[in-house]
């Protein structure tokens, strides 16, 4: 059974730093390309960034040069280095995994960020 959990989120102050962190079990981490999502209240979810096995890795417009994601493969972890954070970064932020070999997309619960002016 395919597990994802999000883990980092919290309350910061705009310009304040936090990463979040995904773990994943269950599934071959090494053959995966994994996302980052956010959902806003009354927001559509939008896309973050990504990361995949050989490829660069890229980043949504609004948080490019700010956030940055980055896997520990050894541990099937996926990070989001979020920096310079802004009060329109609040949202909750979601982990998607996709298993490359069958194409099946499994998604984290989520984990509040906060960021007050």
């Known amino acids: 059974q395919v597990q994802l959990v999000e883990s980092g989120g919290g309350l910061v102050q705009a310009g304040g730093s936090l990463r979040l962190s995904c773990t994943a079990s269950g599934v071959r981490f090494i053959a995966a390309s994994t996302h980052w999502y956010r959902q806003a209240p009354g927001n559509e979810r939008e896309w973050v960034a990504s990361a995949s096995p050989g490829r660069s890795p890229k980043y949504g417009d609004s948080v490019a040069g700010r956030f940055t994601i980055s896997r520990d493969s050894a541990k099937s972890i996926v990070f989001l280095q979020m920096n310079n954070l802004k009060p329109e970064d609040t949202a909750t932020y979601y982990c998607?995994?996709?298993?490359?070999?069958?194409?099946?997309?499994?998604w984290g619960q989520g984990t509040q960020v906060t960021v007050s002016s």
């Open positions: 998607r995994l996709r298993d490359m070999s069958s194409g099946t997309d499994y």
